[in-house]
């Protein structure tokens, strides 16, 4: 069972920055693409940003240039670095991985760790 498990949210001010960990109970070099998802209240859940195995990054356009995603295979970890943060990032971020070397794929979901943006 794979468990993906999210730390480093919490309360900050317009502006500043907050650095999201995502922790998986397996390598995550068996897991293709990892990415962070967010959920606002009464919004529907959209991908944040994602990376592959290779390490190529893809971006919401909402947050281009203030975040960074970054992948750690030896420590199992997937990272994302926010900075500049606005009141609209306030919302659950959620890690996810997809594994696409078995049939079906296999996709994972974090808890969620909140984060709250205050002007």
């Known amino acids: 069972q794979v468990r993906l498990v999210e730390s480093g949210g919490g309360l900050v001010q317009t502006g500043g920055s907050l650095r999201l960990s995502c922790a998986a109970s397996?390598?995550?070099?068996?897991?293709?693409?990892m990415a962070w998802y967010r959920q606002a209240p009464e919004k529907q859940r959209e991908l944040v940003a994602s990376i592959t195995s290779g390490g190529s990054t893809n971006y919401a356009d909402s947050v281009k240039g203030r975040f960074t995603i970054s992948r750690d295979n030896a420590r199992n970890t997937v990272d994302l670095q926010m900075t500049s943060l606005k009141p609209e990032d306030t919302a659950v971020y959620y890690c996810?991985?997809?594994?696409?070397?078995?049939?079906?794929?296999?996709?994972?979901w974090g808890q969620g760790t909140q984060v709250a943006v205050f002007s």
């Open positions: 397996v390598s995550i070099s068996s897991i293709n693409d």
């Open positions: 996810h991985g997809v594994k696409r070397s078995t049939l079906p794929f296999q996709y994972y």
